[in-house]
C-alpha cells in the first residue's frame, strides 16, 4: 500500500490511475497511520503541499510504523537516524519517471538536492524566525562563531548569497510551510 501526504490533487490523482485505487491512499492527516497496521507499507510524503512544516514532520514520522519513507523535497537530510529507510526525491522529479522506475527509491535521477544536517535545518528555521545570532548559538549550545561557520556552510549548500535570501527560494516553502516571497526591486 502506498499512503500518499498531500494536498496536490494532480499528484494523488496520477499514483490513483497508475496503481489503481486499492493500492494507493490519501492521507488527510499522518496521525491515521499510527490506527493501522502499516509495516509493509510505503508513506510518500509531499513536503511542499502538506499543511505541516518539516520539523513537525521529522516529529511525527519517529513515531510511525512504516516500511519505507520517500519525501518529495527541496532538500535532504543527512543525519536523520530513523529505524526505517528514508528517501529524498527531488519534487520536480515527473510523475512519469516515477512510476516507470520502480528503483527510483533507491537510484533516483541525478539532479541536485542539497544535503542539509537537523541543525542547519534549525539554524534555518530560527533566521527564518527573525532570532539575533546570540539567541541561535544559546538555544543550540554553540558560540557565535560557529554559528557562523554553519551558516556559511549553509549559504554554500544552497547556493544563496545571504542567509536572508532563503525566503525568495523554494527552500522557504519547505521549512515554513508558506509561499515563498515575491523579490521587489
Same mark, same amino acid.
Given at each position: 500500500m502506498l499512503y500518499i501526504l498531500t494536498n496536490d490533487n494532480f499528484l &494523488?490523482?496520477? &499514483?490513483? !490511475?497508475? !496503481? @489503481?485505487?486499492?493500492?494507493?491512499?490519501?492521507?488527510t492527516s499522518i496521525f491515521i497511520l499510527n490506527k493501522k497496521h502499516t509495516s509493509h507499507d510505503t508513506l510518500l510524503i509531499d513536503a511542499s503541499y502538506c499543511q505541516l512544516t518539516i520539523n513537525q514532520l521529522l516529529q511525527i514520522v519517529k513515531i510511525t510504523f512504516i516500511n519505507k519513507i520517500i519525501f518529495l523535497s527541496a &532538500? *535532504? &537530510?543527512?543525519?536523520?537516524? $530513523?529505524?526505517?529507510?528514508?528517501?529524498?526525491?527531488?519534487r520536480k522529479t515527473? $510523475?512519469? !519517471?516515477?512510476?516507470?522506475?520502480?528503483?527510483?527509491f +533507491?537510484?533516483?535521477?541525478?539532479? +541536485?538536492?542539497?544535503?542539509?544536517?537537523?541543525?542547519e535545518f534549525e539554524i534555518i528555521r530560527q533566521t527564518l524566525n527573525q532570532h539575533d545570532d546570540f539567541k541561535i548559538a544559546s538555544s543550540? @549550545?554553540?558560540?557565535?562563531?560557529?554559528?557562523?561557520?554553519?551558516?556559511?556552510?549553509?549559504?554554500? *549548500?544552497l547556493r544563496i548569497k545571504k542567509m536572508s535570501h532563503i525566503m525568495y527560494t523554494e527552500y522557504y516553502s519547505y521549512i515554513t510551510g508558506e509561499k515563498p516571497k515575491l523579490i521587489h526591486q
Open positions: &494523488f490523482s496520477g &499514483f490513483y !490511475y497508475l !496503481y @489503481g485505487e486499492h493500492s494507493v491512499v490519501k492521507l &532538500f *535532504k &537530510f543527512s543525519d536523520l537516524k $530513523l529505524t526505517v529507510p528514508v528517501h529524498f526525491i527531488p515527473g $510523475l512519469l !519517471y516515477i512510476s516507470n522506475n520502480v528503483s527510483i +533507491y537510484n533516483g535521477p541525478e539532479t +541536485y538536492l542539497p544535503s542539509l544536517t537537523i541543525k543550540l @549550545g554553540i558560540t557565535q562563531a560557529t554559528l557562523r561557520i554553519h551558516k556559511y556552510r549553509i549559504m554554500l *549548500k
